[in-house]
C-alpha cells in the first residue's frame, strides 16, 4: 500500500521570502504521479503542481517548483516570493499509473498548514 | 470551468438520521469520490465510482455508502449518522481518460452529528 508522510503540520514565512514544505511517500511502484493541491479558507481545492515519476525533471509553475527525488522517495514543494494568498493548507498526493490499475485515486498526506505573514 | 457542486456548506444532524450528501459535477467526468478530511489525517477515501452504477470501497467505508444513479451525481449516504462521524466531507471528479490526472473538487460539506 501506498502512504504519503508531510512533516510539517504547521510553517510560516514573511511576505516576499521562500519556503519549502516536504513530503515523502512510499510505494513499490516505478510509474506514479505526485501532486501539492492547495486548500485556501475558502475550502476550495486547488491543483497546484504535478509531477509525473517517469519524467527527471522538476515541475514548475510560477514562483512554484518542487523538488523530486525519486530514489529517496521524496517530494519538496518550494514557494518562492511567497505571497498572502499563498495562506492555506498543502497537500501531498500520489496516484498510481493508470497502467497499474490504479482507477485515478488519490492518496493524501496529513497536510501542511502554511500562514504567511506580512 | 469544471464545477463541482456539493449541495449544503454546513450541515447539523442528529444522531441515528440518514443523512444524504449530494455531488454534481457539469463536466462528463468518469470518476467521482468521496473523501473525508480531518485534522492531522488529511483527505481519506470513502468510496470512488467509475462509471454510472458502480462503486468501489475506499479506505473508511464503514458506515457509509454511495449512489450514482446519474453520470454527473455521486451521493453519499450515511445510514444511520453517529458523532464520530462529525467531520468535514469533500467530492471530487476526474476525467479518468489516459494522462488526464487532475482531480476537481467541491467545496466540501462540514457535517456535525448531535
Known amino acids: 500500500a501506498q502512504t504519503v508522510t508531510q512533516s510539517q503540520p504547521e510553517m510560516s514565512v514573511q511576505e516576499a521570502e521562500t519556503v519549502t514544505l516536504s513530503c515523502t511517500y512510499d510505494?513499490?511502484?516505478?510509474?506514479?504521479?505526485l501532486f501539492w493541491y492547495k486548500q485556501p479558507p475558502s475550502r476550495q481545492m486547488i491543483l497546484v503542481i504535478r509531477q509525473e515519476a517517469y519524467k527527471q525533471q522538476n515541475a514548475t509553475e510560477n514562483r512554484f517548483s518542487v523538488n523530486f527525488q525519486k530514489a529517496a522517495k521524496s517530494f519538496s514543494l518550494k514557494i518562492s516570493d511567497s505571497q498572502l494568498g499563498d495562506t492555506a493548507m498543502y497537500f501531498c498526493a500520489f496516484m498510481k499509473h493508470r497502467d497499474s490499475g490504479g482507477y485515478n485515486k488519490l492518496i493524501f498526506g496529513a497536510g501542511t498548514r502554511l500562514a504567511v505573514h506580512p | 470551468d469544471v464545477k463541482v457542486t456539493q449541495s449544503s456548506r454546513y450541515l447539523v444532524k442528529r444522531t441515528g438520521e440518514k443523512v444524504f450528501l449530494e455531488c454534481v459535477q457539469d463536466?462528463?467526468?468518469?470518476?467521482m469520490f468521496w473523501y473525508r478530511q480531518d485534522p492531522g489525517l488529511g483527505l481519506r477515501l470513502i468510496y470512488f465510482?467509475?462509471?454510472?452504477?458502480?462503486?468501489e470501497k475506499g479506505d473508511i467505508p464503514e458506515g457509509y455508502s454511495v449512489s450514482r444513479e446519474k453520470k454527473e451525481r455521486f451521493s453519499l449516504i450515511l445510514e444511520s449518522a453517529s458523532t464520530n462521524q462529525t467531520s468535514m466531507y469533500l467530492c471530487a471528479s476526474s476525467s479518468g481518460q489516459k494522462g488526464n490526472t487532475e482531480a476537481f473538487f467541491g467545496q466540501g460539506t462540514r457535517l456535525t452529528v448531535v
Open positions: 463536466m462528463d467526468h468518469e470518476n
Open positions: 510505494t513499490s511502484e516505478n510509474n506514479y504521479y
Open positions: 465510482s467509475y462509471d454510472v452504477k458502480m462503486k
